[in-house]
């Protein structure tokens, strides 16, 4: 364990220099026999053939050990979007809106394709869903670099942050702020070199290495991304420029991050703002609706982390 050499019949966890090797018998696979019977070998997607085989298998009465160990119904609803009450869900930001609806489209067309065979094995759409929202190919010690938005949809958590120390992958996604701003003319253009779409503020590397609350550092630096800076250079600036811009990642003549900020501030303001009347509308609904406490405490996180991002950002490009 640990120094040989990872074979094709092995699924490899790590954790710092720490290796552990198992066989790849020992995971939960997809039953090609019993999803043959039902008719699921061809048309369900890897992920409904897989929560499919765990919904059959318990049905059958095996693996009752180790589902006691297993997140119950409540706490899928309690920390997964997918599941949330509608009144909970108005208040999500629109960067988790749209990875949401991907998933709930993604479910609706998997539960279509198991419904009739997961009632002939005697369950119902309850049992069924959390396996769904579960189900994973590989276990691993990490979650991967992914933004605090994908960490709620998929895994239902918000990792927490400050003002001081944002995590490196996480962004603040502004689609739904700059696109509606575009004309038609400009998104077309975009869309021709590949830049329409997928705007974010980053966090730019903090090298200091001490606790999230220290003393020492500033305010976590933001910055717009790549595709955010050709987006607003293609709505200010002339065609020749702003491809220029987007070819050569440097301005035809002089420096037009002044252009770009100030395109962007009235825009980010108001998302500040939006942000600022969601925290304390949250704070308030924490209190009225404690049955939805766990779901009340991820939105509140998230949306500080927001206005904290953007309130930085702001000052920094007014200074």
């Not at 939960?28 to 039902?38: Q, S, Y």
């Amino acid at each position: 364990m640990g120094s040989e050499p990872r074979r094709h019949d092995q699924v490899c966890c790590c954790q710092s220099a720490n290796t552990v090797n198992f066989p790849s018998a020992a995971l939960f696979r997809p039953d090609a026999k019993v999803l043959e019977r039902h008719g699921l070998d061809r048309t369900a997607s890897p992920q409904a053939k897989l929560a499919f085989t765990l919904t059959a298998t318990l049905a059958e009465g095996a693996l009752m050990e180790w589902s006691a160990t297993w997140p119950t119904m409540e706490d899928f609803e309690a920390s997964m979007p997918m599941f949330w009450p509608e009144h909970v869900l108005v208040h999500l930001p629109a960067s988790v809106s749209a990875p949401l609806a991907r998933q709930r489209a993604d479910y609706a067309r998997d539960w279509t394709a198991v419904r009739k065979a997961v009632i002939v094995v005697g369950v119902g759409e309850r049992e069924f869903g959390p396996y769904h929202a579960s189900v994973i190919q590989e276990l691993t010690f990490a979650y991967g670099a992914h933004s605090s938005d994908k960490l709620l949809v998929h895994y239902g958590f918000v990792p927490e942050s400050t003002t001081h120390h944002a995590s490196p992958d996480d962004e603040i996604r502004l689609d739904h702020v700059i696109l509606p701003q575009l004309s038609e003319d400009v998104k077309s253009q975009l869309q021709d070199l590949g830049y329409l779409g997928s705007y974010a503020l980053l966090p730019a590397e903090n090298s200091c290495s001490g606790s999230p609350n220290c003393s020492r550092c500033g305010a976590q630096v933001w910055e717009p991304c790549f595709k955010t800076q050709v987006a607003v250079r293609a709505a200010v600036l002339s065609c020749n420029e702003w491809e220029y811009f987007a070819t050569n990642g440097e301005d035809l003549v002089e420096d037009q991050s002044d252009a770009v900020f100030a395109w962007l501030r009235p825009f980010l303001d108001e998302y500040r703002l939006e942000s600022e009347r969601e925290v304390s509308a949250i704070d308030r609904l924490c209190v009225t609706d404690k049955e939805n406490a766990a779901a009340w405490a991820s939105l509140h996180t998230r949306w500080r982390q927001i206005r904290d991002a953007l309130a930085t950002f702001l000052e920094a490009i007014d200074t």
